[in-house]
């Protein structure tokens, strides 16, 4: 078992920064990839970015590519996501995930946080 927790989610105005952050334990952190989704009310859950687990693959989703940057600190059993010049779309709940595999899908993670909300004000 993986038992994930977000943090550092909260209100923002358009244009400003956050920076997300998924505390890891249970299992070898560092054994699995790493992945961040959102879910805004009545929309399914969208795919953020995923990291694998040396960091040598890392993949976004077009809607946020050169706004968000992922990143993972093995030693500190900690994945981020950096969020950058944020919009009003992009409230949401956020999430972290882990899987041994990298992935951009949903159902193919195993291990999922509890989420934080991260509200941008127009």
């Known amino acids: 078992q993986v038992q994930l927790v977000e943090s550092g989610g909260g209100l923002v105005q358009a244009g400003g920064s956050l920076r997300l952050s998924c505390a890891a334990s249970g299992r070898t952190f560092s054994n699995y990839a790493m992945g961040w989704f959102r879910q805004a009310p009545g929309k399914e859950r969208e795919f953020l970015a995923a990291i694998s687990w040396s960091s040598g693959r890392i993949y976004y989703a077009e809607s946020v590519k050169g706004r968000f940057t992922i990143s993972r600190d093995n030693a500190k059993n900690t994945v981020y996501l950096q969020m950058n010049s944020l919009k009003p779309e992009d409230t949401a709940v956020y999430y972290c995930?882990?899987?041994?595999?990298?992935?951009?899908?949903?159902?193919?993670?195993?291990?999922w946080g509890q989420g934080t909300q991260v509200t941008v004000s127009s």
């Open positions: 995930a882990a899987d041994i595999r990298i992935s951009s899908v949903p159902y193919e993670y195993d291990y």
